[in-house]
């Protein structure tokens, strides 16, 4: 037909839509997915592939729960579903992020669903504190686009939770005001490619991040962080109310070029020492990266571990005592021990 062999049909598809046909498939099938070739073992390896699929089950099996747990107290609790404000759309996208305010001594859950159906995809967002009583409390609409076919988690950096949007804008919603606002955006946006989604949001010695993917072995790091002299805005962001980020810029701190097979690198924390920490979704595996020497070397090999992994994503997280049970959570339960 044409010179073109059937078994190459499927490259014709974009992987956006490949995503959207695997994310729906059981577990099982999508292990056998990736012996199929290797376009498709990369799609189910790549970073953003897990969350998609766990927030896909999520809506196919009508499950809107929010769990919180503390790993340290094997404490956990299973927050309220949502109240849906419409009735007219039973199937939702969500997304949520967790965050404390030291100012106030608060844990905040922020929920933000957007009904299918609507002909405007606009977002409800809903507010839980911890041990308050008072339940969700609704909080209004957001017209930021927060669901796209590639989700990430909401990332916690100075008291607020931060997403990308579909138009490659950063929201973040502050914690102790409940509001939302807008971020300026870092140089390397502008280099953005039309069929590529190359930045993912992180935290790094406490600062926010952008991570840029410029292939798949080499990222660049650039960092939020307060100007040395508070200076006058060039204008090119928008910020609610005037706050403190006018006063905050971005600069590239460093690079990373993987020098073994860990492609698609995504830095996780940094050391005492000057190094980075980084996993790979497609080497399953936790390296880190001298940025003196530009070299790397391989720490854990997640698939020694959990052979039967078909995707993985590393959180950086502090070890706290912090009980759900004291601070009001009354229906809260002890995670067992697998043992």
Same mark, same amino acid.
């Given at each position: #037909?044409?010179?073109?062999?059937k ?18 498939? %059981?577990?099982? +099938?999508?292990?056998?997915?990736r *012996? ?6 990369s799609?189910i390896?790549n970073?953003? @592939?897990a969350?998609?699929?766990l927030?896909?089950?999520?809506l ?6 929010v ?5 340290i107290t ?6 309220p579903s ?6 007219n ?13 030291? &100012? ?7 929920r933000?669903?957007?009904c ?11 507010v839980?504190?911890?041990g ?15 669901i796209?076919y590639?989700?990430f ?17 950063i929201?973040?919603?502050d ?10 955006? %870092? ?14 949001l992180?935290?790094?010695g406490?600062? /926010? ?17 307060k ?19 006018q ?8 690079d990373?070029? &993987?020098d @073994?097979?860990?492609?698609?690198p #995504?830095? *996780? ?5 000057g190094?980075?920490?980084?996993? +790979?979704?497609?080497?399953? !595996? *936790?390296?880190?990266?001298?940025l ?8 854990v090999?997640?698939?020694?571990y959990?052979?039967a992994?078909? !995707?993985f994503?590393?959180?950086?997280? &502090?070890? +706290?005592?912090?009980? /759900? ?6 229906d ?5 021990s697998?043992?």
């Amino acid at each position: #037909m044409g010179g073109i062999k059937k078994k190459n049909y499927y490259f014709f598809l974009p992987e956006e839509i490949i995503m959207e046909i695997l994310s729906r498939l %059981p577990v099982k +099938s999508i292990l056998l997915c990736r *012996l199929v070739c290797k376009t498709w073992r990369s799609l189910i390896y790549n970073p953003s @592939f897990a969350h998609m699929h766990l927030l896909r089950r999520g809506l196919d099996d009508d499950h809107e729960f929010v769990y919180i747990c503390n790993p340290i107290t094997r404490e956990c609790v299973n927050l309220p579903s949502v109240i849906k404000q419409s009735s007219n759309s039973s199937r939702m996208d969500i997304v949520c992020g967790f965050g404390y305010i030291p &100012s106030t001594n608060e844990y905040k859950v922020v929920r933000i669903y957007y009904c299918r159906g609507k002909e405007s995809y606009v977002g409800r967002v809903q507010v839980y504190t911890l041990g308050n009583g008072t339940g969700w409390r609704d909080k209004g609409e957001i017209t930021y686009s927060l669901i796209s076919y590639r989700p990430f988690p909401a990332i916690l950096a100075n008291g607020a939770l931060h997403w990308l949007d579909d138009e490659g804008k950063i929201v973040a919603f502050d914690l102790a005001d409940e509001e939302f606002l807008l971020l300026p955006s %870092p140089p390397c946006f502008l280099l953005q490619k039309e069929d590529e989604y190359p930045f993912q949001l992180q935290v790094l010695g406490g600062w /926010l991040c952008v991570v840029h993917c410029k292939n798949k072995v080499s990222v660049d790091v650039w960092l939020l962080k307060k100007k040395k002299k508070k200076k006058e805005t060039n204008g090119n962001y928008n910020i609610k109310g005037k706050k403190e980020y006018q006063f905050w810029s971005w600069i590239k701190e460093f690079d990373i070029d &993987s020098d @073994f097979k860990a492609r698609y690198p #995504m830095p *996780l924390s940094l050391t005492k020492h000057g190094e980075v920490l980084f996993y +790979s979704h497609a080497a399953f !595996s *936790l390296s880190r990266y001298d940025l003196k020497t530009a070299t790397s070397e391989k720490l854990v090999d997640v698939k020694k571990y959990v052979p039967a992994c078909f !995707s993985f994503q590393a959180i950086p997280h &502090s070890n +706290s005592f912090v009980s /759900l049970k004291a601070l009001g959570e009354e229906d809260t339960k002890i995670i067992e021990s697998a043992s």
